[in-house]
Structures are given as C-alpha cells and as structure tokens.
C-alpha cells in the first residue's frame, strides 16, 4: 500500500508509515570523507561571517557531524558532543517536498519504543528563528526552537535528483548551491565594506576595485585576497608574504597559529590573548623579543590599553594591588536580540538595550607581560551599548604616598618621552567619540581620587 507523505516538523515522524521509511533512509555510517567536506566548506565559505554552529547531518547520531564556522576562519568537527545551540538546515524553496512510500508493517512496527533509538528524529534545541536567506533554488532558514532538525534534512534526503554524496551529509547537490558560493559574491561584498564602515565613514585613500577573482586593487597597488578555511592551504610564499596577523580569533593557539608558516610566512602574530604562545605589549616588554621567536601573541585591546598605564604607576610609585574595571564597546560575538547563550546567560541578551556584566582576562594577562605585577590586579568588565571606543579604569594602591599633581606628571612625561605613540595624555573634556578614528587623541582622563599618606604604610589609592 502506497501513501503520499507530506513530512512534518514535529518531535517525531507525523504518520508510522513516515517513521518506518525514516528508518529505512540510507545514511553513512561514518564521518563524510574529503567530497563530502568539499561541499561542506563551500557553503561555509559564503556563511563565514557568522558566529553561529552549522549543523551538518553526517550519520547517525552517535556519529553526528558538526561543524564550527567562526568570522573568516576554519572550521573544526566533534563526532561525540551532541549539545548544540544553533544550527542551520538547506532546503528547498516552497512547498515540503511529497513522496510515497511502503507503509506496510509500519503500524505494528511503530508501537516498538526502540524503532525511534536509530532514527533521523533526534531532539536538540536551537535559536529561535532570526532569518531567511533565499538564493537561487536553495532557502537557508535558521530552525525554530524545539523543532527537530531531522526534518528538514529528510526533506532534502528526499529530493529524487540527490547523488549518495549529498544524501549522506543532508545537503541539496552542488549545482543548486553553485550561486551561493561565486566567487566573484566574496570580492563585491569585500569591496563594499571596504568602502563603507559604520564608525569610521567612508574610505577617501583611493579606489577600491576588482581586478580579477584573486586580487583587489587598492589604487594601483594590488591586493590578493585568499578564501581558504584552512591557515595551511594559504599560499603565503607565493604571495611575499612574511608577516601574518591572524585576527580570526579561531587559532589562538601556538600550534594553530604554526599552520600558517607551513604556507610560506616567517612570522605570525596573534592579535588576541594566546594561553601558550609568548605575549608582548609595545612600551611594556617588547624588549624581551628574540628574532628566533616566529609565533606572538599581541595581547587584547583591553590589556594594550591597562599594560602600559600599569607599568608606569608601578616603576614610578610601585603598586601593591589594583582592581581594573573595563567599559567596553560591544562586539560580534554578542547578540542584536535576546537569545539563548549557554556559557554566558548574560552574553544572550541584547548588546544595545543593556548595560552587560562580562568576564575580562585583561587584569591577568597584565601579569604575563609585566612579571612585576603577576597577582597583584584583578578586573571586572562591562559591555555597553556603543559601537567603538572603549575605557579602562585602574583603581590601585601604592607603595609611595603620591599626590594627583606627581601622577599626572608621571603620565605625561612618559606619554611625551619613551611611550610617545603609544601612551597619550589629555586634561581635556573630552568623550568616547572624541577618539574614534584619532590616534592622537588616545591617552589617559585622569579622575582626581587619590589618598595618600596613610598612617603606617605611606600608601595611596590612585584611580585614573
């Protein structure tokens, strides 16, 4: 007996006829090989610029294939941990797609608990709906909350045009995808926010143009622009490249980091804290670099700004302790509306309605760079809802009894002499604002809060 499905978006198959030829669907039994990731990372190459987990059906559940796609970067896969937050599915525009199946046997069949244990239908909760991306024949739809996401991939399991390659993985084939990933997409995309930003305006150094599908022209000067996910596959020689930044904030890591020398650089810099890789601070121990070292870390935003005020407060008055409380400007990691955020419930909520209470590693990683001060400052951070610009304010207590007057001079003589370009002092009225695109402006606001000659200690309490 023949029955025309239409298949469903609950828990759990809609009819038993539907939960038998779930059942009977053929999958891998082991993780894609090297096509099947082909595919994979086409997509992700046109969805790089999220923060979100893809979720890609790889097999059964105990072999389920998830892959991580972090802002133009690589991507990482976990066979055994089947929490996820939020995932997305490709399907066909239109109408859930019809088919017919067998339901013979299926009734008596579904009464068994355990017919459910091997299933496509698995429970996992992912973020509300936020968007729908249409482009050429494919619909990429982020899935409700509590919806099964083994339905959207049986309705793409079910197109009859599939090839064994893309039924494995869930994924329409790559002719309906080709569009997405054009490469000639990329370079426009790059071109415009390369032109346009929203805190730094316009830019007026030149024309931004496309001279082929490798290379952008920034005035006469080209530029190649490489696509790989993978640090390694970046042909790094080939390009005269010596120095990298790796901004991605994905491979952090020293042996992460090391993959792209094998692609030719001699040296890589890390711009972010690195849990194993040496971190330098220009005005703090930039001395203490070797010319053997080719992998740093240039620290966070947050610890440039508090390392170099530290270090001189420490060598002029000596800080016994310090509490660092940072501002900060949000970023894209957080959320435009309140959503689910496991590791930090907090970090869910929406960034420009809220005043956010974070975690900071800036006050430790003081220590990393300015042995001296190794467990003396602590910090605390707060996200708020300014787009750039961000304040950290030292509240520390000193060895020598200083005045306000003998810190300020402190600071500026520094800020004029051998930190000149990397410290900056004002006594102006100045606000957040007033240093977004003006490096000269950069400095320290000191706030007038000092204590000082307290009986027994001669110590003082300086906030700036």
């Known amino acids: 007996m023949q029955e025309m499905l239409k298949l469903s978006k609950s828990q759990g198959a809609s009819t038993p006829a539907e939960k038998q030829r779930m059942q ?13 990731w082909t595919a994979v990372k086409l997509i992700l190459k046109y969805l790089r610029n999220t923060k979100d987990m893809f979720l890609v059906y790889g097999g059964n559940m105990e072999r389920e294939l998830r892959v991580f796609c972090y802002t133009d970067a690589g991507y990482l896969t976990d066979a055994d941990n089947l929490k996820s937050q939020t995932g997305y599915v490709f399907v066909l525009n239109g109408e859930p797609i019809s088919m017919y199946c067998d339901n013979t046997g299926a009734i008596a069949i579904a009464k068994d608990d355990r017919v459910t244990k091997g299933a496509r239908h698995f429970r996992t909760k992912v973020h509300y709906l936020r968007e729908t991306i249409k482009l050429g024949d494919v619909k990429i739809e982020k899935i409700d909350t509590y919806d099964n996401l083994a339905d959207p991939f049986t309705k793409a399991l079910a197109f009859p045009k599939h090839s064994e390659l893309t039924r494995n993985i869930g994924l329409l084939p790559a002719s309906s995808f080709m569009d997405i990933v054009e490469p000639g997409f990329d370079k426009v995309v790059e071109v415009y926010m390369f032109k346009y930003d929203s805190v730094h305006g316009q ?10 599908e490798k290379t952008l022209l920034f005035g006469d000067k080209p530029v190649t622009v490489f696509g790989m996910k993978n640090p390694e596959e970046i042909p790094w020689g080939e390009a005269g490249a010596e120095y990298v930044v790796e901004s991605t904030g994905v491979f952090t890591a020293k042996d992460k980091a090391a993959a792209h020398l094998k692609g030719g650089a001699k040296k890589v810099v890390i711009s972010a804290p690195s849990a194993d890789a040496p971190m330098f601070v220009m005005g703090v121990n930039e001395k203490e670099y070797k010319s053997d070292i080719t992998i740093v870390s240039n620290a966070s935003c947050t610890t440039n700004c508090l390392a170099p ?25 957080q959320k435009t509306v309140d959503g689910p955020s496991m590791k930090d419930w907090r970090g869910g909520r929406a960034a420009s309605f809220n005043i956010i209470p974070s975690s900071t590693g800036a006050a430790k990683a003081v220590g990393k760079v300015l042995p001296a001060l190794n467990g003396k400052l602590t910090g605390m951070a707060f ?23 003998d810190i300020k001079a402190a600071i500026k003589a520094e800020a004029e002499g051998s930190l000149k370009g990397i410290l900056g002092f004002t006594e102006d009225d100045v606000v957040s604002t007033d240093f977004v695109g003006d490096c000269s402006l950069k400095g320290v606001k000191l706030v007038e809060k000092v204590l000082s000659g307290q009986p027994g ?6 906030e700036a």
């Open 203 to 212: 830019w007026k150094k030149g024309d931004i143009k496309i001279k082929d």
């Open 457 to 462: 200690g001669g110590s003082s309490l300086v």
């Open 383 to 405: 996200r708020v809802p300014t787009v750039d610009v961000s304040v950290v304010d030292l509240t520390a207590r000193l060895e020598k009894p200083a005045s306000y007057d």
């Open 309 to 333: 005020l530290a270090k001189v407060i420490n060598d002029k008055f000596g800080i016994v302790e310090g509490l660092m409380t940072t501002v900060h400007s949000i970023t894209a990691t």
């Open 24 to 36: 009977n669907i053929p999958y891998g039994s082991a993780n894609p090989g090297e096509e099947h």
